[in-house]
């Protein structure tokens, strides 16, 4: 198994293992049915630009897993591994690599939600360090028409805190 950044050649797997997981219905905010077209022109476009980062596992050729971070101040995530490769470190390898993106990137903080019911993803984020910062109530519309709670968690990047020099210090007319 590699972690490595995605490449156009990858989206059509990468596209599989997003639906598979979506398929699942109680994990990823996507659900069936994926709109493919517009998902692969969006990941296109996000491994061209510099502000954002999408990583894929492979394993014996195909991907089963795959993470995306964007922005370069407060960093967003979402990942997923697919079932079958879960519980063997390819959700951690993942992880580590958005994380040394978004410190690399300059990013301040790492942002992310999950469902309160998403006990794996939940334990996975906080042994990286990942605190609750908030909890969204009845806030995500599913396509059965529930509406799902939300965690928020966040992960401070402290090295990239301090302020970006000021052209004028504060205070000082
Ligand atoms: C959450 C997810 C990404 C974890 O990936 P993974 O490859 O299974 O994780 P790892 O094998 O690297 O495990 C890392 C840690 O996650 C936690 N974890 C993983 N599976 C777990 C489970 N079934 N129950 C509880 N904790 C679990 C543990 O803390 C584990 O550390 P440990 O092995 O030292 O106990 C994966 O389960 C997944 O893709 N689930 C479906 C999609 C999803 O939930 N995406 C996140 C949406 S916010």
């Not at 699942?24 to 990823?28: D, H, L, P, S, T």
């Given at each position: 198994m590699r972690i490595r950044r995605a490449e156009a050649a990858d989206v059509d797997g990468m596209i599989a293992s997003y639906e598979s997981v979506a398929a699942?219905?109680?994990?990823?905010g996507g659900e069936l049915p994926i709109d493919e077209a517009a998902v692969r022109a969006r990941w296109l476009e996000r491994m061209n630009d510099p502000t954002e980062a999408l990583f894929v596992a492979e394993a014996d050729g195909a991907i089963v897993g795959m993470a995306g971070v964007r922005g370069t101040e407060i960093a967003d995530l979402g990942m997923h591994v697919i079932e079958g490769w879960r519980g063997r470190g390819v959700g951690s390898g993942l992880l580590r690599a958005v994380i040394d993106w978004a410190r690399a990137a300059g990013a301040h903080k790492l942002a992310l939600q999950v469902w309160p019911h998403n006990a794996a993803a939940i334990r996975l984020y906080a042994g990286f360090g990942f605190e609750q910062e908030g909890y969204l109530r009845r806030h995500w519309r599913r396509k059965n028409g529930e509406l799902w709670d939300a965690v928020i968690m966040g992960l401070p990047i402290p090295e990239n805190e301090a302020p970006a020099a000021l052209e004028e210090p504060p205070g000082s007319r």
């Open positions: 699942e219905g109680r994990f990823i």
